[in-house]
C-alpha cells in the first residue's frame, strides 16, 4: 500500500523531465532552433522515440499504483462503440502492415451503444490488438469481433490471433503485474509485462472479465466481457430524434489575433523554455 501511494504521488516528478525531453526534440524536429541535417534529425528523432516509450512505460507503472490506490480517474459515461474500435484498430495498422498482418473487424447489428469509460475502454482493445500483433508472426491475422447478447445482458470484445499462442500451464500467469511468461521473450519482445494486468484491472472497474482460449503455436483469443442493456440504443435513439443529443456539434468559431498574450503558470524552468521558444 505504501509502494502504490508513494508512486502515485510522485507521477508529476516522473513526468515533468520527461516533459521537457519530448517538448525540446519536438522542437528541434520543427526548426525552432534552426534547420537540422539529416544525420541530426534522425538522431533526434530516436531521442523523441525513446522519450515516448519512457513515457508509456511510466504511465503504465502509474497506472497500476492509481488502480491499487483507489487513485484512479473512471468515469462511465455512453461510448459509441464502432467509433471506439475504428479507433483502436488505427493505432495498430502501422505495426500490423508492416509484418503484412492482415486485420479483420466485425460487428454485430446491435452493438451500437456501451455504459464505459471511452479512454480507459480504447486502452483496453489496443492493449490486447498490440499484443496479438507483436506475437503474431509475419503474414498473420489478427480479428476483432464485437458481439451484444440481449439475453446475457453483455457485450463481448473477442481478439483472436494466429500467434505463437500461451501453454496452459502459463495461462495462470497472464494477468500478474511485472511477469513474463517467458524471460527470452523478454529479449525478443518489448514490454514491461504491465499490460494485461492493467487490462484486467481496468475491465474489473467496469464490472467485466477477461476470457482467455490459447494453444501453443496456433494463436489465442482474448474476449472481454462487459455488462451491457439493449434499452441503451433504445434510449439513446429517442435521444438523437428529440434533439437533446448533438454527436457533432461544431465550436463556434474564433477571430484570429495576430498579436495577443498567453499567461504560462509552470514552475518547472525547462518547461517554461521550451514552451517560451516554441511559441
Known amino acids: 500500500q505504501l509502494k502504490s501511494n508513494f508512486v502515485s504521488n510522485i507521477s508529476h516528478e516522473l513526468r515533468t523531465p520527461l516533459s521537457g525531453i519530448l517538448g525540446f526534440s519536438e522542437s528541434l524536429m520543427a526548426g525552432v532552433y534552426g534547420e537540422l541535417v539529416s544525420r541530426q534529425d534522425y538522431a533526434v528523432q530516436m531521442i523523441r522515440s525513446s ?17 491499487e490506490a483507489g487513485k484512479f ?4 459515461e455512453e461510448v459509441e462503440v464502432n467509433q471506439i474500435c475504428h479507433a483502436s484498430l488505427a493505432f495498430i495498422r502501422q505495426l500490423a502492415n508492416k509484418k503484412s498482418i492482415m486485420v479483420e473487424y466485425t460487428i454485430s447489428e446491435d452493438a451500437i451503444m456501451i455504459f464505459a469509460d471511452p479512454r ?7 492493449n490486447l490488438l498490440n499484443n496479438a500483433v507483436k506475437f503474431t508472426p509475419a503474414k498473420g491475422r489478427v480479428i476483432l469481433d464485437v ?5 446475457e ?7 483472436q490471433d494466429t500467434g505463437i499462442g500461451i501453454a496452459p500451464e502459463d495461462l495462470p500467469k497472464l494477468f500478474h503485474p511485472f511477469v513474463q511468461l517467458d524471460g527470452g521473450l523478454s529479449r525478443q519482445y518489448e514490454g514491461t509485462g504491465l499490460g494485461l494486468a492493467l487490462v484486467k484491472k481496468m475491465v474489473e472497474l467496469h464490472d467485466g472479465r477477461v476470457e482467455v482460449r490459447s494453444e501453443p503455436g496456433r494463436g489465442s483469443r482474448f474476449t472481454v466481457v462487459l455488462p451491457w442493456s439493449a434499452g441503451m440504443q433504445a434510449l439513446h435513439d429517442r435521444d438523437l430524434v428529440e434533439g437533446s443529443v448533438e454527436p457533432y456539434a461544431v465550436a ?21 523554455l521550451v514552451t517560451r521558444d516554441y511559441l
Not at 480517474?73 to 462511465?76: G, T, Y
Not at 480507459?120 to 489496443?126: F, G, T
Not at 445482458?153 to 481478439?159: D, G, K, N, P, Q
Open 120 to 126: 480507459r475502454l480504447k486502452e483496453v482493445l489496443i
Open 153 to 159: 445482458s453483455l457485450m463481448r470484445f473477442s481478439i
Open 147 to 151: 458481439q451484444a447478447s440481449a439475453e
Open 51 to 67: 522519450g515516448e516509450h519512457l513515457l508509456e512505460l511510466i504511465n503504465d507503472i502509474l497506472d497500476i499504483s492509481r488502480i
Open 252 to 272: 463556434p468559431l474564433v477571430p484570429l489575433r495576430i498579436r495577443g498574450k498567453i499567461l504560462l503558470a509552470e514552475d518547472h524552468e525547462t518547461n517554461v
Open 73 to 76: 480517474d473512471f468515469r462511465l
